[in-house]
């Protein structure tokens, strides 16, 4: 969309210079500076950006947008540059609300969904409800942009500059409804203030991220910041408090005057689930809106998907939408691409599922909720991500050895760790009897080979990704191909 330079006062910026100047556009990135820009000087794992001053001032731009820190080491370099000097407390904070104004248009209603698990599915699940009921929607998240729009993403969520870049594109693309998610990086990073929410949703709180965020407090507290700082006072907070940390939400929510829609198995919740019936296609469930009893059939696999597609149903209640209208949408739902994806079946009627489970609790929940729509015997494959929280591999082995059958341990993305040292840390917590094939593409044919009549298998980890970093490379692997390609040569078929 074409936009219009905007002077740093419309941005909601003062330069310390007083003057100001006008801006054709915004960066985070040095090297995609262009005249006119202003660039935004954030701390970094390796370096504060005001390091790379001296190369932004030649491409030409016009204002640097920094911290406290930056402001020390940008003072030299921009003595005697024609460039306005922003110095502020809270640079990211700064800079996303800076974006939401310069790119001006959002979709007309957004919520946001955090938590360890289950983001992806609610969004996409929250979109599709809004498709049912005739409107441009889509979802912003792990795997992309989804539905009305379409376009690739680097991160769950964003940085703000693409963000608010991307849902400009989207509002003039015609999308009213739009649901994204919220991850603990990006709340941590101020990546979605400046978001006009509706509503929001939290999902759970297991284990995870613990390379970036120092202690489980930390990386709760960046969770909790969707809720006490980006949706605002007047909006809907829809909490799992099935999940001890839901409770805090809830009060923490309350506290705030926001309305709380509470989701969960206890008697006080709006949404109480309450039993559900599953078979090899699906399951039926049954749960109480406002004490009001509903029946849906879901074609879904796995027991969590029903609190997943509950707390969608929320979010677009909270928006305005009649629930009857809702709850008839329910069964119409697709399952999310490499979320308990139904990847192939053998030629005797075996199953092969990819999910991606890629935290202790994940591994846990997704087998306990495969069990039930298996006759026979369940076997796992399971690998850990290289440079990535290292605690969590021995009990990631330890969760799929207490609920599977036959465990098989594997390469996930080692990226620039020895896959032999990560896999032997997954093997610890998945004992002796578990099978350690380093190969992904042979595990998951052993894995194949396996099944028999009424077996299943479930390939964890990856589930939507097309690639696997080993190095700094990315090599193309995509779990479902590769489960169609072992069923078909083991069955036959090629």
């Not at 007047?234 to 940390?245: S, W």
């Not at 999910?355 to 306990?368: F, G, M, R, S």
Request: aromatic fraction near 4%; glycine fraction near 10%; hydrophobic fraction near 45%.
């Amino acid at each position: 969309m074409p936009l219009t330079a905007k002077p740093l006062s419309a941005l909601g910026l003062t330069a310390r210079s007083g003057e100001d100047v006008s801006v054709s556009g915004l960066s985070v990135d040095s090297r995609l500076v262009k005249p006119g820009h202003l660039f935004a000087a954030l701390p970094g794992t390796k370096a504060h950006g005001a390091t790379f001053l001296e190369g932004v001032i030649e491409r030409g731009a016009v204002a640097v947008l920094t911290d406290r820190a930056g402001e020390e080491i940008a003072k030299p370099l921009l003595a005697n540059a024609p460039v306005a000097l922003v110095v502020v407390e809270d640079a990211r904070l700064a800079l996303a609300c800076a974006a939401a104004l310069f790119f001006g248009a959002q979709p007309a209603t957004m919520v946001a969904v955090t938590g360890t698990n289950g983001k992806t599915s609610v969004a996409a699940f929250t979109r599709m409800i809004w498709q049912a009921l005739g409107h441009e929607a889509a979802n912003i998240g792990t795997t992309g942009v989804e539905g009305a729009y379409s376009a690739p993403s680097a991160h769950t969520t964003p940085e703000p500059v693409t963000l608010h870049r991307l849902l400009a594109d989207m509002a003039t693309a015609g999308v009213t409804h739009a649901a994204m998610e919220a991850s603990s990086h990006g709340l941590a990073q101020r990546r979605l203030d400046g978001v006009m929410l509706r509503a929001a949703a939290f999902t759970n709180f297991t284990q995870d991220h613990l390379d970036y965020h120092e202690t489980f407090e930390d990386y709760f507290d960046a969770k909790a910041g969707l809720f006490n700082r980006v949706l605002p006072d007047d909006g809907t907070a829809v909490i799992n408090v099935d999940d001890p940390k839901g409770t805090d939400l809830a009060l923490q929510a309350v506290a705030r005057g926001q309305k709380v829609v509470r989701i969960g198995r206890a008697d006080a919740c709006e949404i109480q689930l309450q039993a559900q019936r599953f078979d090899a296609s699906g399951q039926d469930v049954r749960f109480l809106y406002l004490g009001g009893p509903q029946l849906v059939r879901l074609p879904l696999i796995g027991g969590f998907q029903a609190m997943n597609v509950l707390t969608a149903a929320a979010l677009v209640i909270a928006c305005g939408a009649e629930p009857a209208e809702v709850f008839e949408a329910l069964p119409k739902l697709t399952t999310v691409r490499g979320r308990m994806q139904l990847a192939a079946t053998r030629a005797n009627g075996a199953t092969v599922f990819v999910d991606y489970a890629h935290t202790p609790d994940a591994v846990e929940t997704a087998l306990k909720a495969l069990r039930p729509h298996v006759l026979g015997r369940l076997v796992a494959i399971v690998g850990a991500g290289g440079d990535r929280d290292r605690t969590k591999r021995p009990l990631m082995g330890a969760a799929a050895a207490a609920h599977a059958d036959l465990v098989i341990v594997t390469d996930d993305n080692p990226r620039t760790e020895d896959p032999a040292s990560i896999r032997a840390a997954v093997m610890e917590g998945a004992g002796a009897e578990a099978l350690d094939v380093g190969d992904r593409a042979e595990a998951i044919l052993r894995g194949v080979d396996a099944l028999g009549p009424g077996d299943a298998l479930l390939i964890m980890g990856k589930g939507h990704e097309r690639g696997q970093v080993i190095g700094a490379d990315v090599f193309p692997f995509d779990d479902a191909e590769q489960a169609s390609i072992a069923v078909a040569a083991l069955d036959g078929v090629i």
